[in-house]
């Protein structure tokens, strides 16, 4: 096995696939970078801690940088691996072009940006805020969130056309309340664009209560909008959890199978290897 072969066995996905010892401390290890990265974003909005602590939190980000940049470096390197069927240069773009590769780059690019290009500065705090995507990047070490991501792909119709309903009942809502509330409400109800507000507080049943009909008509629908809310807010979770339990199901069924080709190497219970497969 050569030099390209052992990073690529090192920092690939495991898609179900047996792994070796290293490549799951390796996974660790990204896993923990990118938590106390994210950690750091935050901890760096407070004026206090950035005061106090801003030389080690901007090492840290450096730090984090090199890491980040040094795995994109590879995993396109290694991309000809992960995309046999390619060439070379087309398993590159197709690595590039991946929602997991476009999330990798744009986790390091704020920090490259402001070298090449002269920017505003209002233009490059804004540009900090994409450090956040460095959460998605767990996508490729969790089977969870994986399994969440796919969920979301295989039911978007369904969950689309839930929330168009959702729309067109907020619509309907604040046009009613609009005509009912009008007139004795002319300071809170003044057009259905600002009655929306009522209508997405009084269908999520948050109720601020900056916002209420007075009228006993306005309140009677504004009852029933709040416990029609109560159902409609439901649907898509009940789709993503229908769908949760199937996916939970499969998976369940994958790593039984995985433990009965390999009884000696892996757990007959979870299917994961009881030791290094190298």
């Given at each position: 096995m050569?030099?390209?072969?052992?990073?690529?066995?090192?920092?690939?996905?495991?898609?179900?696939?047996?792994?070796?010892?290293?490549?799951?401390?390796?996974d660790l290890f990204l896993v923990t970078l990118i938590i106390l990265s994210v950690t750091a974003i935050i901890l760096e909005s407070f004026a206090e801690i950035k005061s106090a602590y801003g030389f080690g939190l901007k090492w840290?980000?450096?730090?984090?940088?090199?890491?980040?940049?040094?795995?994109?470096?590879?995993?396109?390197?290694?991309?000809?691996?992960?995309?046999?069927?390619?060439?070379?240069?087309?398993?590159?773009?197709?690595?590039?072009?991946?929602?997991?590769?476009?999330?990798?780059?744009?986790?390091?690019?704020?920090?490259?940006?402001?070298?090449?290009?002269?920017?505003?500065?209002?233009?490059?705090?804004?540009?900090?805020?994409?450090?956040?995507?460095r959460i998605f990047k767990l996508r490729?070490?969790?089977?969870?969130?994986?399994?969440?991501?796919?969920?979301?792909?295989?039911?978007?119709?369904?969950?689309?056309?839930?929330?168009?309903?959702?729309?067109?009942?907020?619509?309907?809502?604040?046009?009613?309340?609009?005509?009912?509330?009008?007139e004795v409400q002319p300071e809170s109800f003044p057009d259905i664009l600002s009655t929306l507000w009522w209508a997405v507080a009084t269908l999520t049943t948050v109720g601020y209560?900056?916002?209420?009909p007075i009228t006993p008509l306005g309140k009677l629908f504004g009852g029933f909008t709040a416990l029609l809310g109560i159902g409609m807010l439901a649907l898509p979770t009940a789709i993503i959890s229908a769908a949760f339990v199937e996916a939970?199901?499969?998976?369940?069924?994958?790593?039984?199978?995985?433990?009965?080709e390999y009884p000696y190497n892996y757990c007959p219970h979870c299917g994961k290897p009881?030791?290094?497969n190298d």
């Open positions: 050569n030099l390209k072969h052992a990073i690529f066995e090192l920092i690939r996905d495991k898609n179900g696939k047996p792994v070796n010892q290293w490549n799951e401390r390796i840290f980000e450096i730090f984090s940088i090199i890491i980040f940049s040094t795995e994109y470096l590879l995993r396109l390197w290694t991309a000809d691996l992960k995309y046999p069927q390619l060439s070379k240069v087309g398993a590159r773009l197709k690595f590039m072009y991946s929602p997991m590769g476009i999330i990798d780059l744009l986790a390091i690019l704020p920090f490259y940006l402001p070298f090449f290009l002269k920017l505003d500065l209002r233009f490059i705090r804004i540009l900090r805020i994409l450090r956040l995507l490729r070490y969790s089977s969870s969130l994986d399994i969440i991501i796919k969920i979301l792909s295989e039911k978007r119709f369904e969950l689309i056309l839930s929330v168009m309903f959702v729309f067109v009942l907020l619509i309907f809502s604040a046009s009613f309340m609009y005509s009912i509330e009008n209560g900056d916002v209420y939970m199901e499969i998976q369940k069924e994958q790593k039984q199978k995985s433990a009965q009881l030791k290094d």
